[in-house]
């Protein structure tokens, strides 16, 4: 597989798919990718991702989703000059993948939640096209960081101010990793 960057195809005429995919590999991880739709209206969200993955992967004849972040979940659903089969499960699936199907094959892909902030939907998408993940879709989102108002305290009693302007992290302020865990411990 190979990762198609976020202006590979359109969702809607100039909206970016936002899709990664994992790299081939020798050893398939738990998950093939991520894909971060932009709404949770699955008839209007799928066809892009299919007709995407269609021209990459082949031809997607069915998915599987778990109802618990779909609210509808339609029996067909049009994409490009055929039809794409969906269904559900409640619990054999997690809430948090979609599974797509074409002719023999199987993606596996992290669904990050369409309200997500842009940094940490990054960070999930990173993680769960990383070929060495082995972490089940939840598990992945699980790891979402507490959020703050206002400034960050820092272990040294300075404060610290993040911002985000919208470019993959830059003008964040690093924090070692052995400052945060000292802050943490300390604070419990």
Known sequence: MKAIPDRAAPAVPGRPLRLL???ERRKPGRLDGAWWPRSNDLLRELPALAAALDARWGRVTRITVNPAQ???VPRRVPVACHVVHAGWYTTEQDKHMVMLCSYGRRLDLLVVPPQTDPVDADRFMAEASDPRNTRAASDVL???PARRE??????????ATARFDGTRGAGRRAVPRRQRAAYWTAQR
């Open 21 to 23: 995919l994992a790299p």
């Open 70 to 72: 779909w609210p509808v």
């Open 142 to 144: 699980a790891r979402e």
């Open 150 to 159: 206002g400034p960050r305290p820092r272990p040294d009693g300075a404060a």
